[in-house]
T-cell receptor, first 112, second 113 residues
Framework: DAGVIQSPRHEVTEMGQEVTLRCKPI?????LFWYRQTMMRGLELLIY????????DSGMPEDRFSAKMPNASFSTLKIQPSEPRDSAVYFC??????????FGPGTRLTVT | GESVGLHLPTLSVQEGDNSIINCAYS??????FIWYKQESGKGPQFIID?????DKRQGQRVTVLLNKTVKHLSLQIAATQPGDSAVYFC????????????FGTGTRLLVSP
């Protein structure tokens, strides 16, 4: 299995631009999670889906952030408009009902 | 509210030594506690977990201890190896679905050969 796949691995954009991060969970996993990691705040859960349905988005920082999961094999996290304080590493993770969340390699976002 | 924290930001050990990484938590309702390892440039990787009704669980070279009285969790790594160098996070979840993990701030383990 290829594991959780995220793209792009690195993204550099200017303030005000739209950013879209992509995630492909492990095949057969029915839960998907988006996390943000920064030095100041550590690893924070932004939102998670069960069977493509958003269950808890209380961690989404602002309306500028949105996430979708149109099918079981794809999810996006969008930031519009982006701001420098959004710079972080964004992780996607999936879970197939067991005890582990499997994390992707992350997308390092830099907003200048 | 929910919060998980760590006592030591960096732990330096010699290869072959045993390492102990500590974590304090505040949510008495948490049902599972989990340790993750994050190597540079990678996502966190599950190491071991323990349910709240247990006080000790052993894996391969790792042991997790849970003290609910003082809300303390520790990860012990036996015969630490250079490949163990990473940031270690404790996390807790208030339910059995492993859905909403709350992560601690992390401890960096540095293993010298």
């Amino acid at each position: 299995d290829a594991g959780v796949i995220q793209s792009p691995r690195h993204e550099v954009t200017e303030m005000g631009q739209e950013v879209t991060l992509r995630c492909k969970p492990i095949s057969g996993h029915n839960s998907l999670f988006w996390y943000r990691q920064t030095m100041m705040r550590g690893l924070e859960l932004l939102i998670y889906f069960n069977n493509n349905v958003p269950i808890d988005d209380s961690g989404m920082p602002e309306d500028r952030f949105s996430a979708k999961m149109p099918n079981a094999s794809f999810s996006t996290l969008k930031i519009q408009p982006s701001e420098p304080r959004d710079s972080a590493v964004y992780f996607c993770a999936s879970n197939g009902g067991g005890r582990e969340q499997y994390f992707g390699p992350g997308t390092r976002l830099t907003v200048t | 509210g929910e919060s998980v924290g760590l006592h030591l930001p960096t732990l330096s050990v010699q290869e072959g030594d045993n390492s102990i990484i500590n974590c304090a938590y505040s949510n008495s309702a948490s049902d599972y506690f989990i340790w993750y390892k994050q190597e540079s440039g990678k996502g966190p990787q599950f190491i071991i977990d323990i349910r709240s009704n247990m006080d000790k669980r052993q894996g391969q070279r790792v042991t997790v201890l849970l003290n609910k009285t003082v809300k303390h969790l520790s990860l012990q790594i036996a015969a630490t190896q250079p490949g163990d160098s990473a940031v270690y996070f404790c996390a807790e979840t208030p339910n059995t679905g492993f859905q909403k993990l709350v992560f601690g701030t992390g401890t960096r383990l540095l293993v010298s050969p």
